[in-house]
């Protein structure tokens, strides 16, 4: 098991001196990732203190998992602050929710675009107002058949999806249509 602390050590290393939970959760599938092939993974948690990886997935932020025994192992301490790498075997899972993850190649986390924060709601309803208008606009403009703008207004009636992810609250899709 000194190969795994090392390690552990080794990316620990690679961060400042205090760590989010989500760079907790990081560190996890980096260490998991290089000893998969011995069976290490990740531990799925969906409640409590947990880090959620850049793909969304949400892990222990502490914990690596031993498939072949399915023997949980606490690697930080004071995980999500000091995290101090430590080796604390604490035996299999205590809830069924709590099953094993193959890790993710952390390249690929490296790669992923940044995310664009969601648009204010006062911005969306900018956008609406602009949209209203420039439909209004275009049924006076004498270039622009009647067919066109029968057809933006039908699409604007029905409605607009618009999808929204603010990553402390997920992804929220709706439609929005028009107020008239």
Not at 26 to 35: D, K, P, S, T, Y
Not at 53 to 69: E, F, M, R, S
Request: net charge negative; charged share 15%; proline share 10%.
């Amino acid at each position: 098991m000194e190969p795994l602390l090392t390690t552990v050590q080794q990316v620990r290393a690679t961060y400042g001196p205090t760590m989010t939970d989500d760079e907790c959760a990081e560190l996890c599938n980096e260490v998991a990732w290089r000893h998969r092939a011995a069976g290490w993974g990740i531990n799925r948690k969906t409640a409590g203190t947990l880090g959620t990886l850049p793909n969304g997935v949400q892990i222990a932020h502490d914990i690596l998992h031993y498939q072949p025994t399915n023997e949980l192992v606490d690697c930080l301490q004071s995980a999500g602050a000091a995290s101090t790498p430590t080796w604390n075997p604490v035996g299999p899972p205590q809830s069924p929710d709590r099953t094993w993850l193959a890790p993710y190649d952390p390249a690929l986390f490296a790669s992923a675009p940044p995310t664009t924060p969601a648009p204010s709601p006062d911005a969306v309803l900018d956008a609406i107002k602009h949209l209203h208008d420039r439909l209004d606009a275009m049924a006076h403009d004498v270039n622009v058949t009647a067919h066109e703008v029968l057809a933006l207004r039908n699409a604007y009636r029905r409605g607009m999806i618009l999808t929204i992810n603010a990553k402390p609250f997920g992804t929220s899709t709706g439609t929005v249509k028009s107020p008239a």
